[in-house]
């Protein structure tokens, strides 16, 4: 029989039939009584399998961030030049590929949950149309949330095509486009923290400042 984890496939459904086994484990142990202020039922499901999508989503495009920021451009300078087209031909197009799509994901599936919970216009207004921390957290953190996928999108990708070679482009315009995506980069791996302290602490902020 074939070692399932031999497949990337192969691992990824061996994770989500250990997930369908802990939630009936749950289901067995628990006697009931769910979290308090959460709705129950299908409309708890669906709300929480939303989030589930949203920081799978996420926890792929911010670990590929900081994969890029802390480990590949780092190593560039110290791999020798005949051994640098196997990041730029063959690993970064396909982390670029999965960074990007994986940012698309975060956000749309985001905004499917807020806009399914009630609170999408509230907390992109930022909490002001009710005063309320946990709208104005979490909506601090959607706002980071959006800047850093349009620099995803909108900046880093598509100078880095041209880094790549994937865009014919002249070596000087190369250059401006590297500096470019780096800068971007680099914006979102600080506007990170921020957008990560919001998503994490919005109900501690609700809580506290209740």
């Known amino acids: ?3 399932p984890l031999d497949s990337l496939w192969g691992t ?5 039939v250990l997930t369908a086994v802990m939630v009936l484990l749950v289901m067995a142990i628990s006697t009931g009584g769910g979290a308090p202020g959460e709705p ?19 926890v792929m495009w911010i670990g590929l961030l900081y994969y890029f920021n802390f480990v590949q451009v780092p190593s560039m300078a110290e791999i020798p030049a005949e051994q640098k087209p196997a990041v730029t031909k063959v690993i ?12 698309a994901s ?24 009710d005063g309320s921390p946990y ?14 996928a349009f620099n995803v999108w909108f900046i ?3 100078n880095q095509q041209k880094v790549l070679g994937l865009v014919a482009a002249a070596d000087d315009v190369k250059k401006r486009a590297a500096r470019m995506a780096f800068l971007a980069s680099r914006t979102n791996t600080a506007l990170s923290l921020p957008m990560l302290f919001a998503m994490v602490g919005m109900r501690h902020f609700a809580f506290l400042l209740s």
């Open 1 to 3: 029989m074939k070692n």
């Open 12 to 16: 990824f459904i061996a994770g989500l």
């Open 40 to 58: 129950e039922g299908v409309a708890s499901w669906i709300g929480f399998l939303f989030r589930w999508f949203h920081v799978v989503s996420g």
């Open 92 to 103: 970064a197009p396909r982390a670029l590929f999965f960074f990007r799509w994986a940012a």
């Open 106 to 129: 975060t956000v749309f599936w985001g905004i499917v949950l807020a806009g399914t919970a009630g609170y999408i216009v509230d907390a992109l207004a930022l909490g002001l149309t």
């Open 135 to 148: 709208n104005s957290t979490i909506g601090f953190g959607m706002w980071l949330g959006l800047i850093m």
């Open 156 to 158: 880093i990708w598509p």
